[in-house]
């Protein structure tokens, strides 16, 4: 049976700066935005408000759909993120957890970064953009890499 795993992501911003999650997992190293898993009984939207909180210390609100992002495996598998923005925030930035560290950027230097996590640089015309509301994937079973097809 084919297994559907659900996301999200939120670009949090303040003017033409982001807030940045420099991920240290092994599995997904690099420069990213806050996000997670969606937990069984749990809207979309509540899962990125709590995302957002566990892992960059603020509360965000007003969250602005921005488009999703999916890979679609040959046996079936699902992988769907949604995404987020908002720069409606309160609170102070935690300066990071086990997920890594949290810190401004300015946009134009988070899209000319060499430290940018897998496939992050796919994303990024969805968020800064507003020509595309999807990127899929056509995921090979075996790896995330790829290029995606945008809509």
């Given amino acids: 049976m084919p297994?559907?795993?659900?996301?999200?992501m939120i670009m949090i911003y303040?003017?033409?700066?982001?807030l940045v999650l420099d991920r240290a997992a092994k599995d997904w190293p690099g420069l990213t935005f806050p996000g997670g898993h969606v937990e069984a009984g749990e809207s979309f939207y509540s899962s990125a408000l709590r995302e957002a909180k566990e892992e960059t210390g603020l509360e965000v609100s007003d969250l602005v759909p921005c488009g999703?992002?999916?890979?679609a495996a040959k046996?079936?598998?699902?992988?769907i993120e949604y995404l987020y923005?908002?720069?409606?925030?309160t609170g102070e930035i935690c300066g990071g957890t086990?997920?890594?560290k949290i810190f401004w950027m300015e946009?134009?230097?988070?899209?000319?970064?060499?430290k940018l996590s897998m496939n992050f640089e796919h994303y990024l015309p969805v968020f800064f953009g507003d020509k595309f509301i999807e990127a899929f994937f056509d995921r090979d079973g075996e790896s995330f890499a790829g290029t995606p097809v945008y809509m």
């Fill in 3 to 8: 297994k559907i795993k659900l996301y999200n």
């Fill in 75 to 79: 046996n079936g598998d699902r992988y």
């Fill in 107 to 114: 946009r134009g230097e988070l899209c000319r970064s060499d």
């Fill in 14 to 18: 303040r003017g033409d700066k982001v």
């Fill in 85 to 89: 923005k908002t720069d409606k925030f």
């Fill in 98 to 100: 086990r997920e890594g």
């Fill in 68 to 71: 999703v992002v999916h890979w």
